[in-house]
């Protein structure tokens, strides 16, 4: 299957949920795995067929460094526990769109460039907006059920650490010290994330991404 059908797949089964809120579709996966890419090709997708899409990530709602780094900058236990702002991502995002809701939502709580919180403006979503969301640690145990259409993106930790690393590097300084905050922090944590949620066994569909032209599902 080549990666555009595969991606016309997966939208033609999110388009067959039927649901009386708008679908929060969740893309989870190892950090570099490929998720933010695959998101973002769903997202064009559903707006090729005319639909309503808002695409968003859970990494707009980081918490600000006093708290993301306390356990150190290089701490894979401070990725995975302290990242991310949970609470702000499920009350300000995912629960308003969701069974019951008021459908007013908010796509962000924390502006990384500034470390400060933000408030935007508060939106009102349609009924039948579909809401692409992606994020290393999207199904945790107290987050899965607040997502409509899972899907995870399964790939090989090395080829993962390679790509992240090259994507990395200058922000990192160099391919190197990239590549190792990738197998001290970034790694050690998305293993945390597979051994005790098993995203992979909790999701709709999972992707294998390791040969980025021809994925398949598993």
């Known amino acids: ?33 490929g998720k933010t890419t695959l998101a973002n090709e769903i997202t064009e997708e559903l707006r090729r067929r005319n639909r309503d899409v808002i695409r968003t990530s859970i990494d707009n709602f980081h918490n600000p460094k006093v708290i993301r780094y306390r356990q150190g900058r290089e701490s894979a236990m401070g990725y995975y526990e302290d990242a991310h702002d949970y609470d702000a991502f499920k009350q300000k995002l995912l629960i308003p769109l969701g069974p019951g809701g008021n459908l007013q939502y908010q796509i962000e709580s924390l502006d990384l460039g500034t470390d400060e919180y933000v408030n ?17 640690f999207l199904f945790k145990t107290d987050l899965i059920d607040l997502f409509d259409f899972k899907i995870f993106v399964e790939t090989d930790f090395e080829l993962a650490r390679k790509r992240g690393a090259i994507r990395e590097e200058m922000a990192l300084g ?32 999972v992707i294998n991404n390791d040969n980025f032209d021809n994925p398949f599902i598993v």
């Open 120 to 136: 935007p403006e508060i939106q009102t979503a349609n009924i039948d907006t579909v809401f692409v969301i992606d994020g290393t």
């Open 1 to 33: 299957m080549s990666r555009s059908e595969l991606i016309s797949d997966i939208v033609d089964k999110i388009l067959c949920l039927k649901r009386t809120h708008p679908i929060r579709v969740g893309v989870s996966g190892i950090t570099s795995s």
């Open 174 to 205: 160099g391919y190197k010290k990239a590549e190792e905050m990738f197998l001290k922090r970034y790694h050690v944590a998305s293993k945390l994330y597979l051994e005790q949620h098993a995203p992979q066994l909790n999701a709709d569909i």
